[in-house]
């Protein structure tokens, strides 16, 4: 095609209320009572197919545990090589389709989820992954919507970047090849739209894909397959399969093709594929890309200053929504002493409000911890907190007869390093330390090296100083860096996210910096006067 062509520019998705009696609420009401009177059985997709294998998981609301909402089919290591093969096959079309076309297909399935899906895809994640429906909204619908429509903006943008005006004679070119072989993406179970968003940028940029989702996210993960289908997505592009994580890598990270992770998880499993890709390094064709964002335990840190309201409010958001299972979740809160007098109070009188229970109840505000295993790992937490004889502020029960729900408890830190100071527990359970206000200058240390992680953290002071010493002194405790408001709910196009240290690669999710990395980048030097003489004028004789 002949044209420069401009895309419609990339605005952040509108987050919808849901408010009581708005047309909203009423449709994803609908959404939720429809999709629970089904029972799905779930295919995985590979090249054009849709297979079937009868080894079947079965898929269940973490908050209702004993309601089916369907089955998957699980795979095994012949399906990962039938993957491979299938994105092998589907790479020379792709790789050389034009990438206003591959835009197309993107910007399509974000306008089907901002209104054909928007409430299949949230009641899902409301469904399986126990995300109420506000957590949903900004997540499966609002973050999802805009990784697609912002990647497409930020693909563009790379291409644009030329190399400088030319000598005369000469043209200079740069090109934006895919990576050769493909790309596996691995998710979590956490966002819907981080399994979106791993998949389809790497594909955006022409490669194709292994996709391993979370087996707790097949559900929401199956639906955005077929929307990518229906937005145009060519068969064999994304390869969305079910397999056990240690079984799926050993496939692929002894293939030669392999070309890149495109990783979301924890820091442990994330280390342990890195420790793989190592030791095959000898056999693949290229040095393959490595992105993972990966754990964290992210701080708030309270100046003497800091307003007590906004901490209180920052500390329930930030800890409680989505029970505490966001990699940004605070989790270690340091306040000072002549500020926890006024903070306490309000803090039990708030926390006295929350409402834990299933997501369909729209008055939850905690719901339920993703399963089982989830459930026992973080009640154990509490239980050796009791044993310890640690204070338990609020909270400190959980129930799993019906669904995984653990209340949100609040424990009072015995020592500023006890294990919840420092340790991922990702639940509901928010660990705080009290320290004296003549500590101030020595809290950054101690923030900084409580954790191996660095992903959030935040400030909360009225005095500027205070702010502009914290944002100096921690400027490697966290990736994402906040003053005055809790350390989640990055935005798209706004706050680009990712953290270093045991945080990941940084290679910061739904930003340019993120793009580039599955680009393979071919410089093009085009002479139009060549040399027919190979002497320079130097040679010459005196
Ligand atoms: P997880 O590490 O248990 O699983 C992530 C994925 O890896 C899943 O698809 C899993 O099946 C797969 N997997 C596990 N072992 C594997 C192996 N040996 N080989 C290949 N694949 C394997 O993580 P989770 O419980 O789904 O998610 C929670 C974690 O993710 C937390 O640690 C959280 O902090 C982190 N997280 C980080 C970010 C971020 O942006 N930094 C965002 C969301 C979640």
Known sequence: MNGFFTIPPAVNEPVYAYAPGSPERAHLKAALAEARAMELDVPMYIGGQEVRTGQLSRMAP???????????????????????QAAMAAKPAWEAMPWEQRAAIFLKAAELFSSKYRYAINAATMLAQSKNAFQAEIDAACELIDFLNFNVQFMVEIYSEQ??????????????????????????FNFTAISANLPTAPAMMGNVVVWKPSETQVYSAQLLMRVFKEAGLPDGVINLIYTPGPETGDVVFRHPEFSGLHFTGSTGVFRTMWKLIGDNISTYKSYPRIVGETGGKDFILAHPSAEPKALVAAMIRGAFEFQGQKCSA??????????????????????????????????????????????????????????????????????????????????????????????EIFGPVLTIWIYEDAEWPNMFK????????????????????????????????????????????????????????????????????????????????ETFHSPIDYRYPFLGEE
């Open 163 to 188: 190399p400088p005006a030319q000598s005369k004679g000469i043209w200079n070119r740069l090109e934006y090849r895919p990576l050769e072989g493909f790309v596996f993406a691995v998710t979590p």
């Open 62 to 84: 973490p908050h209702d545990h004993a309601h089916t909402l369907g089955h998957f089919h699980v795979g095994d290591a012949s399906h990962v090589h039938q993957a491979i």
């Open 330 to 423: 605070a989790s270690r809160v340091y306040i000072p002493r002549s500020l926890w007098v006024q903070v306490k109070p309000h803090l039990l009188a708030e926390m006295a409000t929350l409402k834990v229970g299933p997501t369909e109840d729209f008055r939850n505000f905690v719901n339920a911890v993703i399963d089982e295993r989830a459930f026992n790992k973080i009640a154990a937490y509490i239980e050796q907190a009791k044993k310890d004889g640690v204070e338990i502020l609020c909270g400190g029960n959980g129930d799993k007869s019906s669904g995984y729900f653990i209340e949100p408890t609040i424990l009072m830190a015995p020592s500023a390093q006890y294990r919840t100071m420092c340790e």
């Open 446 to 525: 101690l923030v900084d090296t409580t954790s191996e992680y660095a992903l959030t953290g935040a400030i909360f002071a009225q005095d500027r100083y205070a702010v502009a010493e914290a944002t100096w002194a921690l400027r490697n405790s966290a990736g994402n860096f906040y003053i005055n408001d809790k350390p989640t709910g990055a935005v798209v196009g706004q706050q680009p996210f990712g953290g270093a240290r045991g945080s990941g690669t940084n290679d910061k999710a739904g930003a340019k910096v993120n793009l580039l990395r599955w680009t393979s980048q071919r410089t093009i030097k």
